[in-house]
């Protein structure tokens, strides 16, 4: 799906919004509970430091500032202990806070990185298909934007949760001091929650259209930073800004229009603590002057209110936050949903030093529903021989290829590799028997070294002899730092043809038992390609080598060539007998060698 094509999921309901925020959030926690406990347990002792501090604080009115302002006793001996009991409920405070911050920002940063990486995972377990109907940009808008905001929640929730449990002790204490005052501070809590919720669920689909908006932008801006060449080059850089701008334009709407609605709400909000704490002075007036509460009494439960502006703010903070955060983790569980998935079996790899036999028996394949690219294919390879795919444009070579390397499962029909079909093998050992190299060679802003080992720990003498077979071994020693040099984003300091040489060494290192070229010398010289496919015949390595070709010298060079055309396989045979039985095989191969003609004519 791209980022344009969006779920038409019917929108939740206030229910399903805090019920699915706090579903979301409480899945989170289920998995790092140690962060979450030290965290609510930092907020607590925070919160309970809050609480001691207003009782303090009523204590040192009632038992030092009035018997000093009003019937002139002395400070002496009261101040030291006021002063020691003021002091040590802010370090009580000071510590509650440094254990709930810690504790919270590993909360979250590590159940983020938790989901990047499982989506990463999940999306390397998913097929090609998927991939196709998916957009780089929006996928990298989900692993980053989204994954970001689907975890925000976690950094106030913690402190949210002792923050709820400050106000529950709040009302029980001003409800103790005095049943009507503790009334009127529940129902504003009840009221300012109330206002807090229905903001969350009034923003919830306007904030769904914001991170898809924002998937859209990254859509563009990847594909404007992917194909600067092309922009550059066809001067496309205006018309390619203003497609941006409109994009993100949009972005900047949706993210006023939700930011407006939320600042509305907030600003309603943050002035009912005021309100509430003018209507519990009015109250406890009434109720002081009636006997019912001391001065004291009073002050302490002004200070309360006064320290609880922040936790209740907090708290509808979070309200919103869980809105949001469901909204964008939306998009997240699509791709985690996602069931695409390439299903594998228990078979492992023989490396057992020889080349490996590939059939295909009736292959049928279509990259969608309604169309095949591959009917009925029947292929036989035998190990250890170099066999040529060849046929004119669109006639299924490519394809072929692919699924020789199970990169794309066919339709209809099996692929077998010694007999073993190649589903049968567990996830990532089919790599071991068999490597694949495309025409277009990814490669990764390492070292040359780097991207030809992968990351894998593998003797130097195989690499070198890896760089020999591919051709590439002199120009990797012309360079600064030889096989230590940095070659860039994609390769981007080398050429079309180096950047192929490396990734065929790449695959030849792995030591394959086949060994499947997609055009994958196109880029190099005739001259060096033959060299290199006639070291790979005399190489000691086991491979089966299949070779989709266009060069009629190539082509030659191979022990088989499997002729298709329109999807289907004509002829399997040697050169010679193809040339002396396919008029189709002959004038394709006339076609190739008028096009090399033409090449070698100046001009």
Same mark, same amino acid.
């Given at each position: 799906m791209s980022g344009s094509e969006q779920t038409q999921n019917k929108p939740p309901g206030l229910k399903g919004v805090l019920g699915g925020g706090l579903h979301l959030t409480w899945g989170f926690v289920r998995r790092r509970p140690w962060s979450f406990g030290l965290a609510v347990g930092g907020a607590i002792v925070f919160v309970s430091a809050i609480v001691a501090s207003a009782i303090v604080v009523g204590r040192v009115t009632d038992s030092l500032i009035i018997p000093v302002l009003k019937d002139g006793e002395s400070i002496e001996g009261n101040l030291l202990p006021a002063i020691l009991l003021i002091v040590g409920v802010s370090l009580w405070k000071a510590v509650g806070i440094t254990i709930r911050r810690a504790a919270a920002g590993w909360l979250q940063y590590g159940t983020r990185a938790d989901a990047r990486k499982r989506l990463i995972d999940h999306q390397l377990r998913l097929d090609l298909a998927w991939h196709d109907r998916r957009s780089t940009g929006d996928l990298l808008s989900v692993s980053e934007v989204d994954t970001n905001q689907g975890t925000f929640v976690l950094a106030p929730f913690p402190?949210?949760?002792?923050?709820?449990?400050?106000?529950?002790?709040?009302?029980?204490?001003?409800?103790?001091?005095?049943?009507?005052?503790?009334?009127?501070?529940?129902?504003?809590? =009840?009221? !300012? *929650?109330? $206002?807090? %919720?229905? #903001?969350?669920? @009034?923003?919830?689909?306007?904030? +769904?259209?914001?991170?898809?908006?924002?998937?859209?932008?990254s859509e563009i801006a990847h594909e404007s930073i992917d194909g600067a060449l092309t922009v550059k080059a066809l001067g496309r850089g205006a018309e390619e800004t203003e497609r941006f701008a409109r994009s993100a334009n949009r972005l900047r709407d949706k993210i006023?229009?939700?930011?407006?609605?939320?600042?509305?709400?907030?600003?309603?909000?943050?002035?009912?603590?005021? =309100?509430? !704490? *003018?209507? $519990?002075? %009015?109250? #406890?007036?009434? @109720?002081?002057?009636?006997?019912? +509460?001391?001065?004291?009494?009073?002050?302490?439960?002004?200070?309360?209110?006064?320290?609880?502006?922040m936790p209740i703010s907090l708290l509808g903070f979070v309200i919103w936050e869980m809105?949001?955060?469901?909204?964008?983790?939306?998009?997240?569980?699509?791709?985690?949903?996602?069931?695409?998935?390439?299903?594998?079996?228990?078979?492992?790899?023989?490396?057992?030093?020889?080349?490996?036999?590939?059939?295909?028996?009736? *292959?049928?394949?279509?990259?969608?529903?309604?169309?095949?690219?591959?009917?009925?294919?029947?292929?036989?390879?035998?190990?250890?021989?170099?066999?040529?795919?060849v046929g004119p444009t669109g006639s299924g070579k490519s394809t072929l290829a692919?699924?020789?390397?199970?990169?794309?499962?066919?339709?209809?029909?099996?692929?077998?590799?010694?007999?073993?079909?190649?589903?049968?093998?567990?996830?990532?050992?089919?790599?071991?028997?068999?490597?694949?190299?495309?025409?277009?060679?990814?490669?990764?802003?390492?070292?040359?070294?780097?991207?030809?080992?992968l990351g894998v720990?593998?003797?130097?003498?195989?690499?070198?002899?890896?760089?020999?077979?591919?051709?590439?071994?002199?120009?990797?020693?012309?360079?600064?730092?030889?096989?230590?040099?940095?070659i860039g984003e994609r390769g981007t300091s080398l050429s079309g043809g180096q950047r192929q040489r490396v990734a065929l060494a790449r695959a030849l290192v792995r030591h394959p038992r086949v060994l499947v070229l997609d055009d994958a010398t196109s880029?190099?010289?005739?001259?060096?390609?033959?060299?290199?496919l006639k070291g790979l015949r005399r190489?000691?390595?086991?491979?089966?080598?299949?070779?989709?070709?266009?060069?009629?010298?190539?082509?030659?060079?191979?022990?088989?060539?499997?002729?298709?055309?329109?999807?289907?396989?004509?002829?399997?045979?040697?050169?010679?007998?193809?040339?002396?039985?396919?008029?189709?095989?002959?004038?394709?191969?006339?076609?190739?060698?008028?096009?090399?003609?033409?090449?070698?004519?100046?001009?």
């Open positions: 402190y949210a949760t002792g923050s709820a449990m400050l106000l529950i002790g709040t009302i029980v204490l001003v409800g103790v001091t005095d049943l009507f005052l503790g009334l009127t501070m529940l129902i504003g809590l =009840v009221v !300012t *929650v109330g $206002i807090d %919720i229905h #903001g969350a669920f @009034r923003t919830f689909e306007p904030f +769904v259209a914001v991170q898809e908006e924002r998937g859209v932008v006023v229009y939700v930011n407006g609605m939320w600042v509305g709400y907030r600003a309603i909000v943050e002035s009912l603590p005021s =309100v509430l !704490t *003018v209507m $519990i002075l %009015i109250v #406890g007036t009434y @109720r002081l002057s009636a006997g019912a +509460v001391t001065a004291g009494d009073l002050v302490t439960i002004a200070y309360l209110l006064s320290l609880m502006t809105a949001h955060s469901l909204a964008a983790w939306q998009r997240v569980q699509a791709v985690l949903d996602s069931d695409s998935l390439v299903e594998h079996g228990a078979a492992v790899a023989t490396r057992d030093g020889r080349g490996g036999a590939v059939d295909s028996s009736g *292959v049928t394949f279509g990259y969608t529903d309604a169309t095949s690219v591959l009917t009925d294919v029947n292929v036989d390879i035998f190990g250890g021989k170099v066999v040529a795919v692919l699924l020789l390397s199970r990169l794309w499962d066919p339709s209809a029909g099996t692929i077998t590799l010694d007999g073993r079909d190649l589903r049968d093998f567990a996830r990532s050992e089919l790599a071991g028997e068999v490597a694949f190299v495309a025409q277009e060679s990814f490669l990764f802003d390492d070292t040359i070294e780097g991207n030809i080992t720990d593998m003797p130097r003498a195989d690499v070198l002899e890896a760089a020999r077979l591919a051709g590439v071994e002199r120009f990797i020693n012309e360079l600064d730092y030889g096989y230590d040099t940095k880029a190099v010289d005739p001259s060096v390609e033959i060299e290199i190489s000691e390595l086991p491979s089966t080598v299949v070779i989709v070709a266009y060069r009629r010298s190539s082509i030659s060079l191979a022990d088989e060539v499997v002729f298709m055309e329109d999807g289907r396989v004509v002829a399997q045979g040697t050169h010679s007998d193809l040339m002396a039985t396919q008029p189709g095989y002959v004038r394709l191969l006339s076609a190739y060698e008028d096009d090399a003609t033409e090449g070698d004519v100046p001009g």
